[in-house]
């Protein structure tokens, strides 16, 4: 449903794009609430007796971040690379997509230097599993926990209490060529 522009090919020569010092990239997702499986949210289980359904093991957090990361780089999206109606992805660990989105930023010349994300969800609430979501997440991207925002916020008003939200922005800096 975007509207892409044409996508860098790594081993493309020098374009305006990948001259750039810094990009910046953005995703955003959604899954619905469904009885009987885990809570997934940035790589960690959290208890609850509702999980995420949908793509993989539902992982909004981490959906949005892959997604992130690839716009950054204008690859494909995590919808093109991991296909939804694809078997493998069936209750999938969602850091397997940001693994290779991270693999994506590195191949075309950069290196993460700050994510910041927004989950909106009714119940549960994060404040009291952010510290932990945080650190996790940092973990996956390689980056110390100062460099990764989580935060959570209800979704007052908006109708959409069955199903949790997530957008995330990040940064990423071109690296110092070895010749
Ligand atoms: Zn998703």
Redesign the pocket.
Known sequence: MADRQPATKKDAPETRSSKLRIRIGYGW?S?EFKRGIPLRLGGVTLPHPRGLG??SD?D?LL?AITDALLGAVAAPD?GTLFSPSDSRWKGADSAIFLAEALKRVREAGYALAKLDSTLILAMPKIAPHSAHIRARVAELLGLPADCVGVKGKTPEGMGTDDAAIAHAVVLLEKKISRG
Do not use: K, P
Request: a negative charge; hydrophobic letters at 25%; zero cysteines.
């Open positions: 997702d899954h949908g793509h539902g909004v959906h995590i």
